[in-house]
């Protein structure tokens, strides 16, 4: 079904409160929800899953993380990258402020491809990001998404694919790599990781923006099964109503 | 043509001060006051006149299909300079026992919609079958605006019933309702899938915020008056009679508004910030100008059209009545003080320093709003900056030591607040599954505390500062934000509000929106005032009856000299000539 930008923003942040994100990560998953709908459309299946997993949890696990000499990393226990993604982003971004650069490893993580929406917005904080992901197929592959920062305005946003590598990180396929840093140099240390990858799809600034504009003015093609998986999700936070609370609290009894 | 200023009309002295800074947020941000404003030059629905009256909107029924009982379908079509729309109104009978105010009401007397572009047969139809579902309809992003409403069950048929009997209604019947209809939901931005506020973002003519959804009211305004006076003429050809000009200018449009509205205030806290902080750069902007002859002679008349408003305010809320005898008994002391000051011109601040002393936040406001009148050539051009862009993010490098200190610094109302006193916490706010209509809920009395919604930004400050407190003992020396954030993840929503609206000039409102004595209110009223709403009338403390458009210019009235001037219209004489 066609929905409206606000709808899926809103909806997200609503059903991830249902679905017992922390406070403030619905806000983020509504930020980012819109730009995988316009980097990838079918990315948007990953929210839904994401939901699911959140919801069928007691609540978010506590992360814990760990620096060994060329990276940081952080066990996110089993959760969904709908409820890590925004703490490993946020990690990630710290460390780059502080050293240039940075790499975090996220181990125990599902739903992957959602960290892509996470590079979008580290790419606002003028950071370029480098997703990494291994993914089985016969034989494994390696795919990786890279928000190229503009600086100012909208990332680019690249999309490459490769042999997954001998004696990877990440062949349980719960394993993601973040990386992030500043300026040409660090674009050019980012691209050492990319090489050897085939570039499966390229969606510069002015492409996304107006793809994004075009989502402000036509709405957005969302599958059924998630708009309906977001309402079920957000209609936890709504309180059955009385006939007290019909008349009382919203004010119908004289003051 | 549009009024020039007391400032326009006077020779510029050269300020021997500087400027008046704005009041603080301290001041400016309290509920109280918040509660206390009212309708201003900056207030959207004044925007939204002076643009269609600068711009010389046409305005043009295209369609008026309706019954002898005035049911059926209303076409308008507007063109701006920059784009053509269309407005359909699907007027319908209903019982009067389905007739309600409240949002989880599922029929209404009409149904209308702003949309985009021109309308041919079948998006008519498409049209007819969605709006007067209202929430249960879906829409496409060809529609900008969603909206229905009530009759006035005291106005209508008493004007339909004058009209048809060749007589004038009385005006002293419109000062006790001034509308025809009460719209009881106005959505945009997205709702039902209509489009984005961003489609509209960038436009002259209705890109200014809520300047649609105020326009779909103004022109339901429009087909108010038409339908009386078709009903009046299919029922007493012979006799009836147009609405005379005067009274057809002093009929506004009524909304009725609860707390849905209120939510809103909390979830938007840069854009309302923002709108304080030009309210109060205009205000300052006046109070830093000299107090002329000419300006206070322009005051006194004002102030004179104010009381006579004020008296004509008629509401249901003994409370709020008192209040509005207050502010006609202390405008009328203000009015005397002026009258009797001596020739020295002074600046504004001077005098209105007595208004802060003496006199109610409902008068204080009102002078302000007056004083606002005086200088257009200081007002008008901050209505350019009423929007912003809203998103925010949070900053995980700054050092988590910092982070207490803008607590600390920019939040020390909260921290301040007791809530170890049970009347703290007396209230949770949730939403009811019921329509998502937003409620109140005694804590320990009622069900859904654990479905609270997080509007307690006084206590989740308060708890992430202690929490923050207790990290900073045991951490490592500069521990950023985002590590804290590893161990305390529900502090993330609060942290990123602190670390963005600890960069505003005016900050949070600061109130304890959970405590017993707290009014819904004053966040209904602060919204409506930027509106332009009037004639407030409380129904109780969680929902309000205003007035919007009372005075306006009509449509027939665009390309004729325009004077910038019809706020707080006096009631038309009893006789008025057609």
Redesign the interface.
Known sequence: MRVSCNELSTLCARAAQGGGCADGVGDELAEIATWLACCDPATLGAIHDGLVHASSRAGPSPATYDYDPDSTILDAAGDSALQCGSMAADLLCSRAYRDGHATLVVRRCHQRVLMVGHAMRIAARGFHALVDWRYDSAPPKQRQALAVSSGHGVAELWTAEGPARENPTGADGLTVTLCAARGEPGLARIMDRWSGFSETQTIDGPTLLARRDEAWNIGIELPDDLWRKMRELSAAMLVEESEESRRRGAGEQAP | MMAAGCGARQPQRPSARPAVAPRPASVAMQLERLGALHASRLSFARSLIRRMMKDRWQICCLRFDLDDHGYGTCVYRIRTPESTYSFVVFSQYLEDERRSD???ADAWDCACALVEGELDDRRLHELQAQVPRQEAGRF??DVLVLSRANRSMRNFQAVVDALAEGRQPQPRQLTEVGYLYRTTAVYG???????????LRDRQDLGAPFAAQLFAVYLLRDFSIRQVEHIARRRAHETAVRLACPLRRYLGIGNST??GMAPFLITHPLLIAQWVLMRETAIARCLAQPATAACRQRLLELIDRAIQHSRETRVA?D?QGKRNRLLAAELGAARAWLADANGDAGHWQDRCRLAEQRWSLETEEMLHTLILELYPEQVDELEMFMGIAE?I??V??MEAAELRRLIESSYAWALAIDFGRPQAEYFFW?????K??????VRGE???AD?EL?LDIGRRVQHCHETLVDFLTTCQDRA????F??LH????????RVQNMAGTVMGEIRANLLHRDML?MHLLRCKLSFFGATKFD??????VRITLFQGAPLVEDIDTPFADDWALPPAPDPQPSP
């Open positions: 409240r949002v989880i496409g992003p931005n997205g709702k039902f899938g209509i489009a984005d506020y961003p489609k609860g707390l809320d409370a998103g993010d949070l995980p490098h949730y939403k009811s599954a019921k998502e209509e937003p409620r109140l809920g009622e069900t859904g479905r997080p950023s934000v985002a590590e954030l590893l993840p529900e502090q993330r929503g609060i942290v990123r819904p409380p129904r109780s403390s969680r929902w």
